[in-house]
């Protein structure tokens, strides 16, 4: 068995009996070890689930911008010039639900209701 060189040695030696210091470190290391594994098992799946997320939400931002611009095409060749820059621009800022709409109506849409929707 060691000695005890130091209080902090006496203490462990009086609180744990007869465990020797070095297998409590060891233990102790052990058990970090462990805890930090299962840290990082747990942050990486956070990670790969918060890429995921993104990717799926920039997919979505894709769509949505894909909608935006094809609105904007077939209304141009339907409306001509009537379409103006401002329309097109608000197009391109415009929500999701005004463009699903403006999608579901791009044959019908007339320029005085497109306009309306977009004030």
């Known amino acids: 068995m060691n000695e005890i060189n130091n209080p ?4 462990f030696k ?12 060891r233990t102790a ?7 930090g594994e299962l840290i990082m098992s747990i942050a990486e799946k956070l990670r ?18 894909g909608k935006k611009e094809i609105a904007i095409n ?5 409306l001509g010039n009537e379409l103006t820059e401002e329309l097109k621009e608000k197009i391109r800022n415009a929500d999701d639900e005004t463009i ?12 005085e ?7």
């Open 74 to 78: 077939v209304l141009s060749r339907r």
């Open 29 to 35: 290391k052990e058990e970090l070890v462990e805890r």
């Open 48 to 65: 790969e689930e918060g890429i995921e997320k993104g990717i799926e939400k920039g997919i979505e931002k894709g769509k949505i911008e």
């Open 100 to 111: 699903n709409y403006i999608g579901d109506n791009l044959l019908e849409i007339t320029i």
């Open 14 to 25: 009086m609180s744990f009996g007869d465990i020797e210091i070095e297998e409590l470190e």
């Open 8 to 11: 902090h040695d006496a203490f």
């Open 113 to 119: 209701e497109l306009k309306e929707i977009m004030n």
